[in-house]
């Protein structure tokens, strides 16, 4: 492994150590970093992080509406440095707020947070996809990693302390975010809102390559996170009377560490660990009704965090590959998730809150509730693991036709495109539209520019009769069915 390490470059560990700042920072929200000692410290720091999740929605949405702004910004240094700087603002207003129990500080701090949430999500978003799930998977797991090194030492230090750093931890991953260049900041494109289509989840499937079945299942386990959270780091009452969140928080720690070590030393096995995540996720949560009030409670909720930390990476390789290979805006591909895992977060949550409460005794229905969220998680797991597409999209699995199966459907396709004069350049970024790659893909790798791409796909689609990319794919793929019919499960 350290010969490993060893290859990484300079740019590749300033991405890694600035992003595990980033995380690191999340991670001391839910260990309540900045509200230790408080008398409410459970409530505090609970609606800390209802508040700093709930409004970075209102940025995810203005990145989903004005891309090509957001984009231009994301490449400013000064936009990055601002929001890292109201980062640290709003961590000490949380903290001022904490020994103060001034509900209005508490307000203003989780704006000012939820502006730097936003910005960095995005920011570290783009440099994770810029090569797809390959470097996802690196920078990702190296930065929840690297986050578990950073929180040990300041866990024991006294409160003060550890609230001055992990308030300055915006700022060091700010720095090191401007410190990688404009270009590794932006998006490839993004020069539209989603939308012009007949219905915005049409436009999210088509134009940013996003199934459907996919949003489901993550807004399922992303719910059941805000849930998990909610009893395990901030309620006292589902746990004998203390609070778990340093010890859940180390444990997503641990995993992470062995998530970055496989994806180091066998990057192929990686896959394994993802569905072992899954599975894990629904062991805790089987696990959760027989352990409430005790001592133990932690246990269901470390099981559990370990699995949705494997989840998380998994979502971070799966968006970044589609919008490396198949979003017509890949900026507006990462605000679709992380819009969804926000407000996800605050539905669970609040429903803990709600159904659970942080009263002495447990509500009527808890074990119940939880059992019910437990059930939701199963589903959401069962949908992931039998979608193919989404092993194949997330680059772990090849497809079931085969290299003689993929053979014979492009001779076949190159018949058709042949008998509609499509030039041999044509056929040949008819063959990548067909794969999945965008545009300014096609472009880099066939050393072209992206305005001669463009002449050309609208070349293809003038011979073809067709108005857009999907109109295309799906008329290539109806001609290869209609070929060779026993062929449909290796169409893409």
């Known amino acids: ?51 700093l999740f709930g409004v970075s929605a209102v940025g995810f949405a203005a990145f989903l ?3 090509a702004r957001a984009n231009q910004l994301l490449g400013e240094k000064r936009t990055p440095l601002m929001a890292a700087a109201l980062g640290t603002v709003g961590s000490a207003l949380f903290a001022a707020a904490g020994a103060m129990h001034a509900v209005t500080l508490l307000v203003v701090g989780g704006a000012c947070c939820a502006v ?23 920078y990702a797991s190296g930065g929840f990693a690297g986050a578990v090194i950073i929180d040990l030492p300041l866990l024991f230090m006294v409160p003060l302390a550890s609230m001055v750093f992990y308030a300055l931890l915006p700022l060091v991953s700010g720095v090191l975010l401007v410190s990688i260049g404009g270009d590794e900041r932006r998006y490839q494109t993004s020069e539209q809102a989603v939308g012009g289509g007949p219905s915005l989840l049409t436009a999210i499937d088509r134009r940013l390559g ?57 990057p192929s096995r990686t896959n394994i660990l993802y569905r072992m995540g899954l599975l894990l996720i629904i062991a805790g949560f089987m696990l959760m009704p027989f352990l409430f009030g005790s001592g133990l409670f932690w246990v269901a909720g470390a099981i559990i965090i370990s699995g949705y930390t494997a989840f998380d990476l998994l979502v971070w390789v799966l968006f970044s590959q589609i919008a490396h290979t198949r979003s017509e805006s890949p900026l507006q591909t990462i605000a679709v998730i992380k819009l969804l895992a926000v407000i996800c ?38 949908l992931l693991l039998s979608s193919k597409d ?24 190159d ?33 072209i520019s992206e305005n001669t791409v ?12 067709v108005h857009d990319r999907q109109q295309f794919i799906d008329l290539a793929n109806d001609q290869y069915t209609a070929v060779s019919p026993d062929s449909r499960e290796a169409v893409s």
């Open 390 to 413: 989404m092993w194949v999209l997330s680059g772990m699995v090849a497809t079931s036709s085969g290299a003689s199966g993929g053979e014979a459907r492009r001779q076949c396709l």
């Open 116 to 138: 730097c949430m936003a910005m960095f999500q995005m920011g570290w978003g783009a440099v994770y996809c810029r090569d797809g799930a390959r470097s996802a998977a690196l």
């Open 415 to 447: 018949q058709w495109f042949v008998a509609y004069g499509l030039t041999p350049r044509e056929q040949e970024i008819a063959h990548l539209l067909i794969a999945g790659r965008t545009q300014p893909w096609v472009a880099t790798s066939l050393c």
């Open 65 to 67: 509406a004005w891309p």
């Open 210 to 266: 996003i199934p459907r079945m996919l949003l489901l299942a993550a807004a399922l386990v992303l719910v059941s996170f805000g849930y998990l959270q909610h009893l395990v780091s901030f309620s006292s009452v589902a746990s004998g009377g203390t609070p778990g969140g340093v010890v859940v928080q180390l444990t997503r720690g641990a995993m992470a560490v062995i998530l970055f070590s496989v994806v180091i030393c066998s």
């Open 454 to 465: 463009g002449t050309h796909v609208r070349h293809i689609y003038q011979k073809l009769g």
């Open 345 to 382: 977060y605050v539905v669970g949550a609040v429903a803990g809150m709600v159904l659970v409460g942080n009263d002495e005794t447990l509500h009527t229905y808890v074990l119940q509730e939880t059992t019910l969220m437990g059930y939701l998680v199963m589903i959401a797991t069962v």
């Open 1 to 51: 492994m350290a010969g490993r390490l060893a290859t990484l470059g300079a740019a590749d560990v300033k991405i890694i150590a600035g992003s595990a700042c980033f995380w690191a920072w999340l991670d001391g929200m839910f260990m309540s970093a900045f509200f230790r000692g408080s008398h409410e410290e459970g409530l505090m720091a609970e609606l800390a992080v209802v508040l």
